[in-house]
């Protein structure tokens, strides 16, 4: 598995003092262009305690390593403010649950200096701080160095290195097109919700399947009709210390597949969402679910992405039908676009609002370009002639012999998709076969004759 070094570089460290919290940013992109350390925001948090609590969950899933838990690094933060809200991201070292804080412009009252994205520091002595913040204690946010100036006794500056790994990139950026798939499946009142997480098995690695049953929520060990996977109780933990100030929970699922499949759990929160992504299985990183390889072997994507990405300005909310007038395309490519964009980090979803944002992955970009090995590999067969077509068949010349490929139903008789079936996205060799139809539907008749 390979994998780079990020280096976190702070004017300062994060800090709270006297009910000050001053966030210090990293490299990112703004509005403006890519800025050593930008400055968002700076004004009151409204609703102190649970944006404190929110805060303090997205920082412990960047910790937390939820299968085989053991020490290791963590990643901070990322944070990007797109003009009414400020949203936060993490991912856990696991690469198995992704978590957003989305602060709305109900819970912030103050100004805006920037739109873009950034990591932000959150060490130890600030975990500790946020963690004694009261119902009614005042609560001031900075997003941005100039804060610090208050909020620190020192301008030492900080670096972090962390590594990294391919498939935690990957799995940032995937999350967010496999959550464009969902749909909602139940919610939750205030105090159902509470005695519903209250009620889950104390086991973390438990494995259920939830389904709704009138107002309430009905547990069982074998999925049903509506029912949404949750492996692994123990990686829904950040909520309950949000259970205070919720006022009500939705659990989002894709559709169809009897098999373990991904969730979402959110709780709405005053004036803020917190959601937490899962992968279908406690082992299971999202970075090899394979979800955005059909739409990223499209020969139009990587063109459309480039145009699409230029009309982005850290939007909240995509509105895919004007982006589509814009940009010139059919909507259809439009959402194609997006995909390969979330790929490189530069797109997320909100699952409340049925929507993508802007937002641009604050990492280097060649850390993040190139991260779909299936397809790397399926168009370096193209390229090299491994593959012959024949109507509704293909074989697929390998190192590990000739695979044959039906181009109908995606199957091959390669031992991934003997193993997967499909469930986690299309081999490399079905790429290749469906890279090379679609060139050969391309080409003019009288050139093959």
């Known amino acids: 598995m390979s994998q780079a070094t990020q280096t976190y570089s702070y004017a300062a460290p994060s800090a709270m003092v006297d009910g000050r919290l001053g966030l210090s940013t990293s490299g990112g992109r703004a509005l403006s262009g890519p800025a050593v350390a930008p400055?968002?925001?700076?004004?009151?948090?409204?609703?102190?305690?649970?944006?404190?609590?929110?805060?303090l969950g997205v920082a412990d899933v960047a910790l937390t390593r939820y299968h085989q838990p053991r020490p290791g690094w963590t990643r901070d933060p990322v944070v990007t403010c797109g003009g009414d809200r400020l949203r936060f991201e993490s991912f856990s070292a696991c690469g198995g649950v992704y978590a957003r804080l989305d602060l709305l412009g109900g819970a912030l009252d103050g100004e805006v200096f920037d739109r873009g994205t950034t990591n932000v520091d959150v060490n130890g002595p600030l975990r500790e701080a946020l963690a004694r913040v009261g119902g009614r204690d005042p609560l001031h946010l900075g997003v941005g160095a100039d804060e610090?100036?208050?909020?620190?006794?020192?301008?030492?500056?900080?670096e972090k290195k962390v590594p990294l790994p391919e498939r935690w990139l990957r799995g940032f950026a995937e999350v967010q097109v496999i959550a464009a798939g969902m749909d909602l499946r139940a919610e939750l009142t205030g105090m159902s919700a509470v005695r519903f997480l209250r009620s889950l098995p104390k086991r973390a690695t438990a494995d259920l399947w939830v389904a709704p049953a009138g107002r309430e929520l009905r547990v069982?060990?074998?999925?049903?009709?509506?029912?949404?996977?949750?492996?692994?109780?123990?990686?829904?933990?950040?909520?309950?210390?949000?259970l205070r100030f919720a006022k009500s929970l939705k659990v989002y699922g894709p559709a169809g597949g009897d098999g373990p499949l991904s969730s979402a759990w959110e709780l709405e929160l005053p004036g803020m969402r917190y959601t937490l992504a899962l992968s279908p299985e406690r082992w299971r990183g999202f970075s090899g679910e394979g979800a955005v390889l059909a739409d990223l072997a499209t020969d139009e994507a990587e063109a459309?992405?480039?145009?699409?990405?230029?009309?982005?300005?850290?939007?909240?909310?995509?509105?895919?039908?004007?982006?589509?007038?814009?940009?010139?395309?059919?909507?259809?490519?439009?959402?194609?676009?997006?995909?390969?964009?979330?790929?490189?980090?530069?797109?997320?979803?909100?699952?409340?609002?049925?929507?993508?944002?802007?937002?641009?992955?604050?990492?280097?970009?060649e850390h993040v370009q190139h991260l779909n090995p299936r397809l790397t590999s399926a168009k370096a067969l193209v390229e090299g002639g491994a593959v012959r077509l024949e109507g509704d068949l293909a074989w697929v010349r390998t190192d590990g012999g000739l695979r044959e490929v039906r181009l109908s139903d995606g199957s091959c008789t390669c031992a991934w998709w003997w193993d997967h079936r499909g469930s986690r996205g299309p081999c490399k060799h079905v790429l290749a076969a469906r890279i090379a139809a679609r060139a050969t539907e391309d080409v003019p008749a009288g050139v093959l004759q």
């Open 220 to 242: 069982s060990d074998r999925p049903g009709a509506g029912a949404v996977c949750l492996s692994g109780v123990g990686r829904l933990a950040t909520l309950h210390p949000l």
């Open 148 to 158: 610090l100036v208050v909020t620190t006794l020192d301008g030492a500056v900080v």
């Open 304 to 365: 459309d992405a480039d145009v699409v990405g230029m009309l982005l300005n850290f939007e909240p909310e995509v509105e895919i039908g004007l982006l589509a007038d814009r940009a010139g395309l059919p909507v259809d490519r439009v959402r194609a676009a997006l995909t390969q964009l979330g790929t490189a980090g530069r797109v997320g979803y909100d699952l409340s609002e049925a929507a993508h944002f802007h937002r641009e992955l604050p990492y280097d970009r």
């Open 39 to 55: 400055r968002f925001f700076s004004g009151l948090v409204t609703q102190a305690a649970p944006a404190a609590a929110a805060l």
